[in-house]
């Protein structure tokens, strides 16, 4: 089975042209994401046709549990498409269906190049009942109270498509031991799905720096809908503007929100390389 391996701003996956094939996604993605006997990803993405859109992308987490949505990994997708021939490569707009929805993908080229994308991230979902959290209200949140070990974090709430629970830290981010606080959080019982957990720091109106811990798939160099759902959060408690690079380990990504309305996301897709998979 051919494969290529894509990253946006650090976040990797494994792609599969998927059309007609019909595998155990699931565990197959347990097996190529481990990154000491196998190809070593953050989960694998399926590209498959859609009646109801120009592709459609599937996606499981490194722990075989399927996700609704990607950010950094519908970019690639696209990408994907183009290199193997089923999405024109003179394309100006995609249309991408996935579990959180249809979404639009905008290439950017260089040089004939497709290297960055610009997604059409949809609506943030503010009310907890629907992320969902399991707290009482029905309105955006923040400043919420938890205690995990030491740390007494203040949590907002936001679902692009996928639940997050943010914490802005005054202390560095890179000093948080997030591999031993993000799988507790991730598992506690007011997230009845799960959560993904990010922690920033806000060095300007503009600017912020971000750590994310995925659901599923552990630390990640960067996560898209993270990104996307800081900024909603922090844009919500005036304390970014409009527009805000976001720093990850992995890269910068441009968040866009105009305080209602479609997030705007715009980041990098790099093919690191291809092969064949023997199962």
């Known amino acids: 089975m051919n494969f290529a391996k894509l990253h946006g701003a650090g976040n990797d ?15 197959l993605s347990v097996e ?24 459609k992308m599937t996606m499981f987490n490194a722990d075989g549990s399927e996700g609704k949505m990607c950010g950094n990994g519908i970019r690639c997708l696209v990408k994907f498409a183009i290199d193997e021939g ?20 905008k290439p950017i080229f260089e040089n004939n190049l497709m290297v960055k994308a610009s997604v059409k991230m949809g609506s943030p979902i503010l009310n907890p009942i629907d992320i969902p959290v399991k707290i009482n209200s029905s309105n955006f949140v923040s400043n919420y109270p938890l205690k995990v070990n030491e740390y007494n974090l203040n949590l907002s709430f936001v679902s692009m498509g996928n639940p997050h629970a943010i914490a802005i830290l005054k202390e560095p981010i890179e000093d948080v031991p997030l591999h031993i606080i ?23 109106e503009n600017y912020v720096k971000l750590r994310v811990w995925e659901r599923g798939s552990g630390l990640t160099m960067a996560c898209g809908t993270g990104a996307c759902a800081t900024v909603v959060s922090l844009n919500l408690q005036n304390l970014v503007n409009n527009s805000v690079e976001v720093e990850l380990p ?18 990098p897709v790099k093919t690191v390389y291809k092969g064949e998979l023997l199962i």
Not at 36 to 47: Q, R, T
Not at 90 to 96: D, K, P, W
């Open 13 to 27: 996956y494994v792609f599969i042209n998927a059309i007609g094939l019909h595998k155990d996604w699931s565990a």
């Open 250 to 267: 992995g890269g910068n990504l441009d968040i866009y929100w105009p305080g209602n309305g479609d997030v705007t996301m715009e980041g």
């Open 32 to 55: 190529i994401s481990n990154r000491n006997k196998g190809i070593g990803s953050d989960g694998l993405i399926l590209l498959l046709k859609s009646n109801v859109a120009d592709i």
């Open 86 to 105: 089923v999405i024109p490569q003179n394309t100006n707009l995609v249309t991408v269906e996935t579990l959180s929805g249809i979404l639009s993908v």
């Open 182 to 204: 993000g799988p507790i959080l991730e598992t506690n019982s007011i997230f009845p799905d799960r959560i993904n957990f990010e922690i920033v720091n806000i060095i300007s």
